[in-house]
């Protein structure tokens, strides 16, 4: 090894806050740690997570503001493509990974490190996420992985921090919390087991309000662009709808999946802003694209997201099929209507000036101005053709 320096990604946690004491008093390495924020922090939890690293020991402490990047490289693909893993999760924590994985690679680089570390367990999905990516954007880097390793549980890490003077509590410790942009998963206790719900105080953000409230939020070739007749940015956007919705305890969800090394999970998590945003730029694409559009979308979109999951970021098809999903959302602009209630939301509807529900050929179950019965008869004849030759040919009655 060239030096000791190593660099931690670090988020203030449990995982993380064991790799600091055990790389530091067992392997006598100088501890670089950094935390990338890819929206889930605000600034006073940045400062409390900086002063708990140094605490605990490192050289020095760094954090990679990495929210805007994030959306415009990663979320903006999963809005386009209406991403939602097996028809429930927004992928919360396995784009957020990806992403983060870049930063700190990049990071250590920019400062000579010899070796970078994570927290992972061996059992989880993040460890593929981390190791392929700084495999291939640093792969003169050692990875360190103290957890995975030493095969710990979460109460081992808890006693070997006691014996370094490090006190924790286990009633906190019990679940782990990942928050990001794109919403927070909640890992641990209950979701280990197959039967068991997460209880109302597993979830970081509580129920507050309780009467129904109206947003209407406005995108722009598919992306966000305004909330309640106020132009915002993107991520500002998402983050006020998050700040509104998550009072209404909205967004909540337990994900049960494959994971990449071929184990069942689960995990909780909250997710209000992603939640309603790909219901509502969905639920605007249906009256904007054609029917074969929505079709390829859905398909595309699918592959993204378990690409994505699969931590395949770099597999070149993915740079197609977000070239694909951006050329989609050209008519992708209007507004969306939703209630918002206690525990769920109702998307209302929409108004564009592309809406393909236009009356002027026809009124669904109504009125038909552009074609006669008879074109109808005629259409419905030729439709059937190739059964009724199907049946005819193999002597199959119906």
């Known amino acids: 090894?060239?030096?000791?320096?190593?660099?931690?990604?670090?988020?203030?946690g449990l995982d993380t806050s064991y790799c600091v004491k055990y790389l530091k008093n067992n392997k006598q390495f100088e501890i670089y740690s950094a935390i990338v924020n890819t929206g889930g922090f605000s600034k006073e939890e940045l400062q409390g997570i900086e002063k708990k690293a140094f605490n605990l020991g490192v050289k020095n402490h760094v954090t990679l503001e990495e929210t805007k990047a994030y959306y415009e490289n990663i979320i903006k693909y999963l809005i386009f493509g209406n991403v939602l893993?097996?028809?429930?999760?927004?992928?919360?924590?396995?784009?957020?990974?990806i992403h983060q994985a870049i930063a700190l690679a990049?990071?250590?680089?920019?400062?000579?490190?010899?070796?970078?570390?994570?927290?992972?367990?061996?059992?989880?999905?993040?460890?593929?996420?981390?190791?392929?990516?700084?495999?291939?954007i640093a792969p003169e880097l050692e990875i360190?992985?103290?957890?995975?390793?030493?095969?710990?549980?979460?109460?081992?890490?808890i006693e070997y921090l006691k014996t370094n003077g490090v006190d924790v509590d286990w009633k906190k410790a019990q679940y782990s919390i990942?928050?990001?942009?794109?919403?927070?998963?909640?890992g641990g206790a209950e979701t280990l087991t197959s039967h068991k719900g997460l209880p109302e105080s597993a979830f970081p953000s509580q129920l507050i309000e309780k009467e129904m409230k109206t947003l209407t939020i406005e995108f722009?070739?598919?992306?966000?662009?305004?909330?309640?007749?106020?132009?915002?940015?993107?991520?500002?956007?998402?983050?006020?709808?998050?700040?509104i919705a998550n009072k209404y305890a909205i967004g909540r969800d337990v994900h049960v999946g494959d994971t990449i090394i071929g184990i069942k999970g689960r995990v909780g998590f909250e997710a209000a802003a992603a939640s309603i945003?790909?219901?509502?730029?969905?639920?605007?694409?249906?009256?904007?694209?054609?029917?074969?559009?929505?079709?390829?979308?859905?398909?595309?979109?699918?592959w993204y997201g378990m690409f994505i999951h699969e931590s395949q970021y770099f597999e070149p098809v993915m740079r197609n099929i977000e070239t694909f999903l951006q050329d989609t959302?050209?008519?992708?602009?209007?507004?969306?209507?939703?209630?918002?209630?206690?525990?769920?939301?109702?998307?209302?509807?929409?108004?564009s000036k592309h809406d393909l529900m236009t009356a002027d050929f026809g009124e669904y179950g109504e009125t038909n101005k552009n074609w006669s019965g008879n074109d109808v008869k005629g259409f419905t004849k030729i439709l059937a053709n190739s059964m009724q030759i199907f049946n005819h040919v193999n002597q199959q009655e119906i």
């Open 277 to 302: 945003i790909i219901k509502a730029h969905h639920t605007l694409e249906k009256h904007v694209l054609s029917k074969w559009q929505l079709h390829w979308k859905e398909q595309l979109g699918n």
């Open 220 to 243: 722009k070739e598919g992306e966000i662009c305004g909330l309640n007749g106020k132009q915002l940015e993107p991520v500002k956007a998402i983050q006020a709808i998050e700040q």
């Open 178 to 186: 990942n928050k990001g942009l794109w919403g927070t998963s909640v």
């Open 106 to 136: 990049k990071y250590a680089k920019s400062i000579g490190a010899s070796a970078i570390a994570h927290g992972s367990t061996g059992a989880g999905n993040d460890q593929v996420r981390f190791d392929l990516v700084f495999q291939l």
């Open 329 to 351: 959302q050209t008519n992708v602009s209007g507004t969306v209507t939703v209630e918002l209630h206690p525990y769920r939301f109702i998307v209302q509807g929409i108004t």
């Open 1 to 12: 090894m060239k030096n000791n320096k190593v660099v931690l990604a670090f988020s203030g």
């Open 144 to 157: 360190i992985t103290p957890i995975r390793d030493q095969q710990l549980s979460r109460k081992a890490e």
């Open 85 to 97: 893993k097996n028809n429930t999760y927004p992928l919360s924590v396995s784009a957020e990974r």
